[in-house]
């Protein structure tokens, strides 16, 4: 018979029970597709390390990850798309540095960068290299500034697209070395790259991919955009040590889940990452285009990007750059 002693131990136990519903539904996870969303379109860098990536979870998850491409408006597209969807773990977002800068550079967002997502993990930090045309005067960044300030504002600095990676890094640079030069704006890497090499534009700030242009010689490498110079390249000097002093981007790629996915799902997606970033394959892969695999907490990666956001406001507000 059920009596009233018998219903306040029950109570009672179960009051300082562990909590297992949330670790039992972390423990079903995977139990059909995780969609790892990329916000560029593919064949990029970007989304060959996403799929880097997705192939090394799916063997530690036992589950297929699939890559989507949503790309448009400035990776806005995606990450919308992300922030939108369900919080249970199958819709993730392989988000960029534009992250950071997005939301002081569009006027209208219909997303939050910091608080529509949950992150998970670092995956990549790399830096930009500043390529010119082989016709270009300047053998070193030194030269690259005289020239510039000899023809002010008339050199043309192409970038995959206003506000990208590369234009924030390249805006940076014009406002430290105190030079101006005309942004010539592309819809991506590959149109602005095929104008650099005839010397259509003056300078691009491109990723480490774009190193087998300058290593075949149909381009030159003047510097890295890094704090220090990159194990891949230990022969390109930083921009910081050749005339700008204090010049530093370092851009990254990351993984975020939508806001109010449970903790317990975030920290099994967060350990299957670091699993996957461990793979010596995985490292030699991203080393080889001078993206540096590195794995961080969720708290870590947050805290990360509210201090990037910071940075890349204050590099828009002086720059002026708004997009509608």
Not at 106 to 113: D, G, I, K, V
Not at 140 to 161: C, E, Q, R, W, Y
Not at 199 to 215: A, N, P, V
Request: glycine share 8%.
């Amino acid at each position: 018979m059920l009596t009233r002693r018998h219903l306040i131990a029950f109570s009672a136990a179960a009051a300082f029970a562990p909590n297992t519903r949330g670790v039992a539904r972390a423990a079903g996870w995977p139990d059909r597709p995780v969609h790892l969303v990329v916000p560029i379109a593919a064949g990029g860098p970007t989304d060959t390390n996403a799929r880097l990536l997705a192939d090394q979870s799916s063997k530690i998850w036992g589950q297929q990850v699939v890559v989507d491409n949503k790309g448009g408006a400035g990776t806005n597209i995606g990450n919308e798309f992300v922030a939108r969807s369900d919080p249970d773990g199958y819709t993730l977002l392989y988000g960029t540095s534009s992250l950071s800068a997005n939301g002081a550079l569009y006027r209208s967002l219909t997303y939050n960068p910091e608080t529509d997502f949950a992150p998970v993990s670092m995956v990549a930090k790399f830096p930009f290299y500043m390529f010119v045309p082989n016709s270009s005067p300047a053998k070193t960044v030194k030269d690259f500034i005289a020239n510039a300030n000899a023809h002010d504002g008339k050199l043309i600095m192409g970038s995959p697209g206003t506000g990208s990676g590369p234009h924030l890094a390249e805006a940076l640079f014009m406002e430290m070395a105190k030079i101006h030069m005309t942004h010539a704006p592309y819809r991506g890497a590959a149109p602005a790259f095929i104008d650099l090499i005839p010397g259509r534009i003056d300078c691009y700030f491109g990723s480490g991919e774009l190193l087998t242009y300058s290593r075949s010689g149909q381009v030159r490498v003047l510097a890295s955009t890094g704090a220090k110079r990159s194990p891949a390249t230990p022969e390109v000097p930083t921009i910081a040590e050749s005339g700008v002093p204090g010049y530093e981007v370092e851009s990254w790629q990351a993984v975020f889940a939508p806001a109010k996915t449970p903790p317990d799902i975030v920290q099994t997606i967060h350990a299957g990452i670091v699993e996957a970033l461990a793979d010596p394959t995985i490292v030699a892969k991203l080393a080889r285009t001078a993206y540096a695999a590195e794995s961080s907490s969720p708290e870590a990666l947050g805290q990360f990007l509210k201090a990037d956001t910071e940075k890349w406001q204050s590099v828009i507000k002086s720059a002026g750059l708004k997009i509608d």
